[in-house]
């Protein structure tokens, strides 16, 4: 899986939209973006995932850059709950990838009350 | 839905001793199972996975091993535990494609004395 890049921390007020960013220059064709978060003494939790277009569920945004360089994950309104490591990994989508998801360091998000 | 358990939550063992812990996961077939671990202050390492009963592939070498005596049973195993064994293990599942979103478990918190 290709490699990724992430800030160590943020912090973020709460109630306050969070924008966490991740670049990938390296990316390929195949390859779906996937963001994972781990709360403190649990295991990661998915949060979305995509590959050109922009998505949106119920959890998060992913805005995804046109040269898929890098991506944006966007939480709208950051709660407490929401201060977790956040991952972003790349998965090939013609599954000639491992089946491991390869977690780098993440990014360490904190709220503030 | 679909839901997975693992147990026990935390253990303490001594070094030298028998370790068995235990992943089920509900309301899916032919998952895809895995065993990760995650030591202190580091990122997630996969150790075994399996694509279906019996049927198990090791990523590192190590003092562990895996079973599948069952469709939705995966077992991590060790005869005798080392120090380095310590380590919060997860048990993931995920479909049948190798790109799959993989879903948690809750974690077994292992520290060996």
């Known amino acids: 899986d290709a490699k990724t890049t992430q800030p160590n921390s943020m912090e973020s007020n709460e109630e306050e939209p969070v924008h966490l960013p991740c670049n990938h220059s390296?990316?390929?064709?195949?390859?779906?973006i996937h963001w994972y978060r781990q709360l403190p003494s649990q295991g990661p939790e998915y949060v979305i995932h995509?590959?050109?277009s922009n998505v949106n569920n119920r959890m998060a945004s992913l805005a995804i850059a046109e040269d898929r360089k890098s991506s944006t994950l966007i939480l709208h309104r950051a709660t407490l709950r929401d201060a977790a490591v956040y991952y972003c990994?790349?998965?090939?989508?013609?599954?000639?990838?491992?089946?491991?998801?390869?977690f780098g360091k993440g990014t360490k998000l904190s709220v503030i009350p | 839905s679909q839901t997975i358990h693992q147990w026990p939550a935390t253990l303490v063992q001594p070094v030298g001793s028998p370790l068995s812990l235990e992943c089920t996961v509900e309301?899916?077939?032919?998952?895809?199972l895995y065993w990760y671990r995650q030591a202190a202050g580091r990122g997630l390492q996969l150790l075994f996975y399996?694509?279906?009963?019996?049927?198990i592939s090791s990523e590192v070498p190590q003092n562990l091993s895996a079973s599948r005596p069952q469709d939705r049973q995966f077992i991590l195993s060790s005869k005798k535990l080392l120090l380095s064994d310590s380590g919060f293990y997860l048990c993931?599942?995920?479909?049948?494609?190798?790109?799959?979103?993989?879903?948690f478990g809750p974690g077994t918190r292992l520290t060996v004395l």
């Open positions: 993931a599942w995920s479909g049948g494609q190798g790109t799959d979103t993989q879903y």
């Open positions: 390296t990316i390929s064709g195949t390859d779906y």
């Open positions: 995509g590959l050109t």
């Open positions: 990994i790349l998965r090939d989508r013609a599954g000639a990838g491992s089946y491991q998801l390869t």
């Open positions: 309301g899916t077939s032919n998952p895809n």
């Open positions: 399996s694509v279906g009963i019996g049927q």
